[in-house]
T-cell receptor, first 115, second 112 residues
Framework: DADVTQTPRNRITKTGKRIMLECSQTKGHDRMYWYRQDPGLGLRLIYYSFDVKDINKGEISDGYSVSRQAQAKFSLSLESAIPNQTALYFC??????????????FGPGTRLTVL | SQQGEEDPQALSIQEGENATMNCSYKTSINNLQWYRQNSGRGLVHLILIRSNEREKHSGRLRVTLDTSKKSSSLLITASRAADTASYFCATDSSGNTGKLIFGQGTTLQVKP
């Protein structure tokens, strides 16, 4: 079984709809991240969390919110989706305490299309 | 804003040849990492080099870091068709927070 899973894997929605993307991990890591990837722009950090009581904005947090429901779960919400939020979304985890400092482990991604 | 800029943006080589990708960054770093992404999939960590290291090897991968020039290179030797992927550098500039800033990536095509 994959260590970092994301649901759904693909989603098509309409402008104005609320969308939630979910991420679960079995690695036991404290740190979790949400990124979006657009063609030619690499990955950009949306939000990150160092434990269940810690949430931090990343580079491009406007239009997004997150919830860290447990150590293993980190959800990303688009309150009112707009077309320029069409992108590939990745969840990642890390835990420097487990040896490989700062190495991040990525989920398979969610492809979101906003019409 | 992007920390890393990668060069070239795209690279096409024949199987068996070496592939070199470069990454430049703007601010001081604690470490620099390289990741690989197969088309449409999640990134996979390849190698991490710390700011006090100059060169590191892992199998067919060789990474160099020049902090005076704020640049790194990734060399893949004896490339294989399975190496076809996008390669990203990522820098940790913020202490032990795990927060990485990714470059735009180099797309490598290895022709059989």
């Amino acid at each position: 079984d994959a260590d970092v899973t994301q649901t759904p894997r693909n989603r098509i929605t309409k402008t104005g709809k609320r969308i939630m993307l979910e991420c679960s991990q079995t690695k036991g890591h404290d740190r979790m991240y949400w990124y979006r990837q657009d063609p030619g722009l690499g990955l950009r950090l949306i939000y990150y969390s160092f434990d269940v009581k810690d949430i931090n904005k990343g580079e491009i947090s406007d239009g997004y919110s997150v919830s860290r429901q447990a150590q293993a779960k980190f959800s990303l919400s688009l309150e009112s989706a707009i077309p320029n939020q069409t992108a590939l979304y990745f969840c990642a985890t890390s835990d420097p305490a487990q040896g490989a400092a700062d190495t991040q482990y990525f989920g398979p991604g969610t492809r979101l299309t906003v019409l | 804003s992007q920390q890393g800029e990668e060069d070239p943006q795209a690279l096409s080589i024949q199987e068996g040849e070496n592939a070199t990708m470069n990454c430049s960054y703007k601010t001081s770093i604690n470490n620099l990492q390289w990741y690989r992404q197969n088309s449409g999939r999640g990134l996979v960590h390849l190698i991490l080099i710390r700011s006090n290291e100059r060169e590191k090897h892992s199998g067919r991968l060789r990474v160099t870091l020049d902090t005076s020039k704020k640049s790194s290179s990734l060399l893949i030797t004896a490339s294989r068709a399975a190496d076809t992927a996008s390669y990203f550098c990522a820098t940790d500039s913020s202490g032990n927070t795990g927060k990485l800033i990714f470059g735009q990536g180099t797309t490598l095509q290895v022709k059989p």
